[in-house]
């Protein structure tokens, strides 16, 4: 093992430290609640970034030929792989 160190001992540190590496986490979870109000900032950020960018995507999506189209064109034209 690393710097002469046994198996039992590097064993030993291992759980240790993947013990209140979890207790650290759950203590995080319950003190201060981080997840509590997520789904309220998701819905804030989506009309945020619809407001700021709705427009703007709205026509770059109506450029841009949807995917299905493309393969019907190309099953058309005798493309797109297959047998």
Not at 40 to 48: A, G, L, V
Request: hydrophobic share 30%.
């Amino acid at each position: 093992m690393p710097a002469g160190v046994t198996w039992g001992h590097y064993l030993r540190f291992s759980c240790a430290a993947f013990l209140s590496m979890m207790a650290g986490s759950q203590l995080v979870h319950i003190c201060y609640n981080p997840l509590e109000d997520i789904n309220t900032m998701i819905e804030k950020e989506k009309q945020h970034l619809k407001s700021e960018f709705g427009t703007e995507s709205q026509k770059l999506n109506d450029d841009k030929p949807s995917p299905g189209k493309e393969v019907e064109e190309q099953k058309d034209q005798g493309g797109g792989g297959g047998s």
